[in-house]
């Protein structure tokens, strides 16, 4: 009991820090230190997640570090993707959503460890209002496509997204850091609410242990969000993608045997047609990345 309220209360400083992570760890601790099943371990982080980044988006708006025309384009498609990814997970085993969460956890690392300088941040005593941190002209169409991929993840396997969010809103919509962090976290809550009514008709909530679980990641938050202005947030994210790249390796090493990659045959061969389209929705988002890419490249070689 002990061992779990620490952690819930970590979860919430990472989330109140960061803008995201805190959520990676929900999952692994409610699994291993719990004993949720899978299934309910997502539902249940997702409740935590939702509740946790209400309050933490409070205290950051009051600040003026949530900018709500982008979250509100971005939250737009990322509800859509949530509900479809918590359709989507009612269709897949528990031990392959812990793969497919271990392998989000990876690919989480190597975003934290890649510690690329986006916009540069704006001091805080120059930002009385969030009129100096918010762009008024955003990439919509882009904003979109990155929106409705981040929630999806987050509906399949109950990720809230901050770490994919943080370095999109930074780069993609100019966002400062302290920007990106509280909008993420007003972003978090739209997916969070639109996952769980994915998951609405195979759910099952433990109320004393989410309420445990959230009342102390509420707390941990409150204390993420107020030392979130004093601490530069990206001298902190190389040690935790270290610690995330270390856990999700783990996870996946201790999921993967043979009767799950017999479950990943069944499943494929069960739902050609939904394989296929998901392949063919995968190789769409490829290449319009590809566009993009060539495109910006072809823009800052003009210039």
């Known amino acids: 009991m002990y061992l779990l309220i620490a952690l819930a209360t970590l979860i919430g400083i990472l989330l109140g820090l960061l803008g995201g992570g805190g959520s990676i760890l929900t999952v692994p601790v409610l699994v291993y230190v719990v004993d949720l099943s899978a299934k309910d ?4 982080s997702l409740v935590v997640v ?3 980044s209400i309050i933490a988006v409070i205290n950051h708006a009051r600040h003026g570090f949530v900018c709500w025309k982008t979250g509100f384009t971005f939250g737009a498609a990322g509800m859509a993707g949530a509900f479809l990814g918590g ?5 897949i085993p528990g031990p392959i959503l812990l793969v497919l969460f271990a392998v989000v956890m990876i690919m989480a690392s190597f975003s934290m460890l890649r510690g690329k300088r986006g916009v540069s941040e704006v001091a805080v005593e120059e930002t009385d209002t969030s009129k100096n941190l918010c762009k008024i002209h955003l990439p919509v169409m882009a904003i979109l496509f990155d929106g409705f991929l981040v929630g999806f993840v ?3 396997v109950g990720v809230g997204g901050g770490f994919l969010l943080v ?3 930074n780069f993609l ?3 400062p850091m302290h920007a990106a962090i509280g909008t993420s976290l007003f972003i978090i809550v739209l997916q969070a609410g639109a996952a769980l009514a994915g998951h609405a008709d195979h759910m099952h909530i433990d109320i004393e242990l989410t309420a445990l679980v959230a009342g102390f990641a509420i707390l941990g938050s409150l204390i993420g969000s107020f030392a979130s202005s004093k601490i530069d947030s990206r001298y902190l994210k190389p040690a935790f993608g270290l610690f995330v790249l270390g856990l999700g390796s783990f996870i996946l090493y201790r999921e993967t045997d043979m009767a799950m990659i017999e479950q990943i045959r069944q499943l494929a061969q069960k739902h050609q047609d939904f394989l296929f389209g998901g392949l063919a929705m995968i190789a769409i988002m490829l290449f319009y990345r590809l566009w993009l890419f060539l495109h910006s490249f072809r ?3 003009s210039t």
Not at 41 to 44: C, D, K, L, W
Not at 87 to 91: H, K, W
């Open 299 to 301: 823009s800052n070689k």
């Open 154 to 156: 987050t509906g399949l």
């Open 87 to 91: 359709r989507s997970s009612a269709f």
């Open 50 to 52: 939702g509740l946790t």
């Open 41 to 44: 371990a997502i539902v249940t």
């Open 167 to 169: 370095p999109a809103l």
């Open 173 to 175: 919509a100019g966002l």
